[in-house]
């Protein structure tokens, strides 16, 4: 089983920026991986996902403010935010995707909090 450590959250302004990185205990280079953020009070989301072949797709939400990539030498997902808003304070998680969905253990996951 594939353990996911996510980090790189933190307390950032408004219109600040933050990158995230998931780094995973084993290989993912076949896996198909994804961003996914829970806010209080609201169900756990897809923000971003990026394929084995670098394919990605957004959110609307984050769309054209938020880029994932992977570096698949260090088993690394990574999610760089940018123009970030209050609402995008959650904690955030990766997680690999098979058939649309979240599958394997989730990890810790890594708070982000924006300032208004």
């Known amino acids: 089983q594939v353990q996911l450590v996510e980090s790189g959250g933190g307390l950032v302004q408004a219109g600040g920026s933050l990158r995230l990185s998931c780094a995973a205990s084993?290989?993912?280079?076949?896996?198909?991986m994804g961003w996914y953020r829970e806010a209080p009070g609201k169900q756990r989301e897809l923000v971003a996902r990026i394929s084995s072949s670098g394919r990605t797709i957004y959110a609307d939400s984050v769309k054209d403010r938020f880029t994932i990539s992977r570096d698949n030498a260090k088993n690394t997902v990574y999610l760089q935010m940018s123009s970030l808003k209050p609402e995008d304070t959650a904690v955030y998680y990766c997680?690999?995707?098979?058939?649309?969905?979240?599958?394997?253990?989730w990890g810790q996951g890594t708070q982000v909090t924006v300032s208004s």
């Open positions: 997680n690999r995707i098979f058939g649309g969905a979240p599958v394997g253990s």
């Open positions: 084993g290989s993912i280079s076949i896996n198909t």
